[in-house]
Structures are given as C-alpha cells and as structure tokens.
C-alpha cells in the first residue's frame, strides 16, 4: 500500500510560480510510475503530467507544455510539479497519483493509488 502526501499548493497571481511535491511511503517508490492530475470545480479530473520510475520520459498535456516540469528524486521518495507562467484557468485541485504499470499513464485508471490533492489557485 502507497501512501501519497501532496504540498505546495497555494492562492497566487497570473504569471506567478508554484512547486508542488507529492511525498510516497509505504512501498518501493521507484518501483512505480508517477503522475499529476487536477480537476477544476464541476469539471473531470484530468491528466497533468507523468513520469516513468527512473525518469527518463516524461508526458504533457498539450495546455501546460513549456510551463509545466515534473521531476522526482527516487532517494527522496518524492515527486515535483515545477509551474511556471501560472493562468487562471490552471486553477485546480492537484492530485498526485502512483502506478505500477507503464500503460495507459495519461488516464485515471493507469493509476491505483492517489493523494488527497492541493489547491492552487491563480487569481488573474
């Protein structure tokens, strides 16, 4: 069983940075595929972004590629969402996800453990 803590949400403006961090316990971290999602108040969830364990690829949704880095410290058992150049439509909770298998890393069932999420919100 995978514990995951997500951090670093915050109220900022347009244009502003934010780094989130999601910490795993409970299980061999780099054993496992990560991911952020978000959903927006009356919306899906949606994919964000996701790393493969040893992070050498790395997967966009086309609305935050060039802002957007996520990366992680397997020695740390820790994963981060670097967000650059923030817009009012990224508002959200952010949810950080683990999954074992590499299939399917852009969908919400790719994934069997989730955090409880953190709010940003981007004020314009």
């Known amino acids: 069983q995978v514990q995951l803590v997500e951090s670093g949400g915050g109220l900022v403006q347009a244009g502003d940075s934010l780094r989130l961090s999601c910490t795993a316990s409970g299980g061999t971290f780099s054993r496992y595929h990560m991911a952020w999602f978000r959903q927006a108040p009356g919306k899906e969830r949606e994919f964000v972004s996701a790393?493969?364990?040893?992070?050498?690829?790395?997967y966009y949704t086309d609305s935050v590629k060039g802002r957007f880095t996520i990366s992680r410290d397997n020695a740390k058992n820790i994963i981060y969402l670097l967000m650059n150049s923030l817009k009012p439509e990224d508002t959200a909770v952010y949810y950080c996800a683990a999954a074992s298998s590499k299939i399917g890393l852009t969908t919400r069932r790719a994934f069997e453990y989730w955090g409880q999420g953190t709010q940003v919100t981007v004020s314009s």
């Open positions: 790393i493969i364990w040893d992070g050498r690829d790395t």
